[in-house]
């Protein structure tokens, strides 16, 4: 009897024993892993950081070429060089109107006027 509980003692301990090792080696492995994928996710955020660096360069590179492409006297000179262009030097003309009501015969009128000059013929509809 006391050679069976020996053995089994001696089992159960080598059993507990192994179960701590490979809890040990688990644990071991797991960390590994970790610091693993740490390393991964830190060298992809560095890779990252730099994109976004060069993209912030590019951006302001295209802002400052957006800004001197749409210089009003650039394209002032373009116009007078390419399309023989001129400024328009005439006196604005404003329109006062005191009373409402004349606006909104005069829109009416206007309307009128263009309604008559243009007839539109539509394919498929009678």
């Known amino acids: 009897m006391k050679a069976k509980r020996k053995t089994n003692n001696r089992l159960s301990k080598r059993i507990y024993s192994i179960l701590i090792l490979f809890g040990l080696v688990l644990v071991i492995s797991l960390k590994m892993y970790q610091v693993f994928k ?31 492409l749409s210089n009003i006297d650039r394209i002032g000179k373009i116009a007078v060089e390419k399309y023989n262009l001129v400024n328009n030097t005439d006196d604005v003309i404003i329109l006062q109107l005191d009373n409402f009501d004349e606006f909104k015969s005069l829109k009416k009128k206007f309307a009128e006027r263009h309604q008559k000059d243009k007839t539109y013929e539509l394919a498929g509809v009678h």
């Open 38 to 68: 740490v390393d991964l996710l830190m060298k992809d955020l560095r890779s990252l950081e730099q994109q976004k660096k060069q993209l912030v360069s590019q951006t302001e590179k295209l802002e400052a070429e957006v800004d001197r």
